[in-house]
């Protein structure tokens, strides 16, 4: 049993040690989860070569029990939105979010996931994938180093290991609903504002001013 998980408040008789180990059930069930989680194999720019990079031997974060990278977000409990996030992407990563089942984290991985980066003026650029999903840990860069994601990846884990069973809201009573999915138009936007930009009138015209002959 790893020394982590041993409760220094319950001590146990010298005859027992290595033998028995006193934990309590949060430490338990946080430890499987904190040293198990599967990200989602999905990149969207050049942060997800340096997401790529942090798998290899180099750097191998399959140490933090992270190797198992998953096609289907079915299997997942991260997502790490590793570069530009596109309009024309949202819609995507907001299904695939919903598609996770709880417990789940996301990642805003770079300067674009978290603000938009270079390209946070650009037309087809949103500012920040938390607009759209709710972001957990944000690693800064362009791009972040391996070294970078490895920490950030660790701050999930201090994330998971300060969680109880007795407050965790996946245990509560009532359904998470899945986020609304929103919608690419002439700009992109979300379902739920559908019947208000319907209802919205064009700006009335300028008044032409007047030629006095
Ligand atoms: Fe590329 Fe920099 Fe954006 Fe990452 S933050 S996707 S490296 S431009």
Redesign the pocket.
């Given at each position: 049993m790893p020394e982590e998980l041993e409760n220094p408040e319950i001590p146990v008789p010298e005859e027992l040690q290595g033998t028995v180990t006193v934990t309590t059930l949060d430490k338990i069930y946080n430890w499987g989860r904190r040293s198990s989680v599967w990200p989602m194999m999905f990149g969207l720019?050049?942060?997800a070569i340096e997401m790529i990079c942090t798998a290899t031997s180099r750097y191998d974060f399959s140490r933090f029990g992270m190797e198992v990278m998953r096609p289907s977000p079915r299997q997942t409990d991260l997502m790490i939105v590793s570069?530009?996030v596109t309009k024309k992407m949202v819609p995507q990563i907001v299904r695939l979010y919903n598609q996770m089942p709880e417990p789940k984290y996301v990642m805003a991985m770079?300067?674009?996931a978290s603000g938009g980066?270079?390209f946070k003026e650009g037309y087809n650029v949103v500012s920040g994938i938390d607009k759209y999903v709710p972001v957990d840990v944000y690693v800064p860069g362009?791009?972040p180093t391996p070294q970078a994601l490895l920490h950030g990846l660790m701050t999930v884990q201090k994330k998971i290991d300060g969680e109880s069973l007795r407050t965790a809201r996946w245990y509560r009573p009532e359904v998470s609903e899945a986020l609304p999915i929103p919608v690419l138009g002439p700009d992109i936007f979300d379902p739920r504002d559908l019947e208000a930009i319907k209802n919205r009138r064009p700006a009335p015209a300028a008044e032409s001013s007047e030629v006095v002959g």
């Open positions: 720019a050049c942060c570069g530009t770079g300067a674009c980066g270079p362009c791009p």
